[in-house]
């Protein structure tokens, strides 16, 4: 009996420090968004420029920087309709030295960043046959370094004012590895992890850090991801999979979940109900999800083709990739700027 209630006790003692943290940290959550100053990395397409979008509803004045100029300017004009006030930067935020300079600039246009959404990010898909240590590195450069250079750049001032919202673009792919993409799920991990660790260490100062893992989404990103292999074979699954309701996600509805998220201050969102499950069932079963997924792996397409060279999506096309069966990612790939 005294294992049991004590037993009780710590159950009770955890439940009441679960419900006290929530508790403190609610009420802190009506972020208001209205002449606020937003920073979207790969803001030129995608689901950056969706997320652009819906800050610039929301009255925020944006900047967005992406490496093409001739796609930021295409968005820049897309988002003027929009919002009062709109700026696109070059930047490449793998050099420290380009972030530096662009969140100079940014705050010359601007003023202090209010909030910054790290969401640039790149996706090579074939088998780990296919895989070099460059795709490793680029992944690596792109998920971590990239996060790490702009979040060092804008906190200084962010502390100095104890105020700020940080949004880190993670993927189901930084909670399940997934297989045909060990590169991107080895970045995604190492930005989930300094996602979590940083939203600990900066509650403190009055900055809420949000880590968003979002799952399929019907962005039309799958025309510029890079493919590897038999990279036809490998374009039709991955377009497939990301434009079949249920499976994939409307991208507007998902945007404004991570706004809301923004706004609230809310540490982790994983989108979709399929990927949310997913997540749950890796969380208590680690071991069973990877047996299921090395079952899948041995369905989807192996080495060959290409080998390590990369083509586009756009260059990958097949009857399936080009079927009424994708035709809502192709809506949105026109719509939200990855078609030049």
């Given amino acids: 009996m005294k294992i049991v209630r004590n037993s009780a006790f710590a159950l009770g003692a955890a439940a009441g420090a679960v419900l006290a943290t929530r508790a403190l940290l609610s009420g802190r959550g009506n972020y208001d968004l209205r002449g606020k100053n937003i920073l979207i990395t790969g803001g030129s397409r995608g689901l950056g420029l969706v997320l652009a979008r819906e800050f610039a509803k929301q009255g925020a004045r944006i900047a967005i920087c992406a490496r093409n100029a001739a796609a930021l300017e295409r968005a820049r004009l897309d988002l003027a309709r929009l919002a009062h006030e709109v700026h696109a930067i ?6 420290k030295i380009e972030v530096d300079e662009m969140v100079r600039t940014v705050r010359e246009k601007l003023g202090s960043i209010d909030v910054l959404v790290n969401n640039a990010g790149v996706i090579a898909v074939g088998p780990m046959e296919t895989m070099t240590i460059e795709d490793y590195q680029e992944s690596i450069d792109t998920h971590f370094w990239g996060p790490l250079y702009t979040t060092l750049a804008v906190l200084p001032q962010m502390r100095e004012r104890r105020s700020g919202r940080i949004v880190n673009i993670s993927s189901i792919g930084g909670i399940v590895s997934v297989p045909h993409l060990l590169p991107y799920s080895a970045g995604k991990f190492a930005l989930t992890g300094f996602s979590q660790g ?52 409307d991208s507007d509805r998902a945007v404004r979940q991570i706004v809301a998220a923004c706004r609230r201050g809310t ?56 079927s009424f069966l994708t035709a809502m990612n192709k809506r949105a790939a026109e719509r939200n700027n990855e078609v030049a």
């Fill in 267 to 322: 540490a982790e969102v994983v989108l979709s109900v399929p990927f949310k499950i997913a997540a749950r069932i890796h969380g208590l079963m680690p071991g069973t999800t990877a047996n299921v997924l090395g079952l899948v792996n041995r369905v989807l397409p192996g080495p060959g083709g290409i080998g390590t060279t990369r083509a586009r999506g756009y260059e990958s096309s097949t009857p399936v990739s080009e």
């Fill in 90 to 95: 070059p930047c490449d935020i793998t050099s």
């Fill in 198 to 249: 940083l939203r600990a260490e900066l509650l403190k100062d009055n900055i809420y850090v949000t880590t968003v893992c979002p799952g399929l989404m019907r962005t039309g990103s799958a025309r510029n991801a890079e493919f590897k292999g038999k990279h036809r074979a490998e374009y039709s699954w991955f377009s497939l999979g990301g434009s079949l309701p249920i499976i994939s996600m």
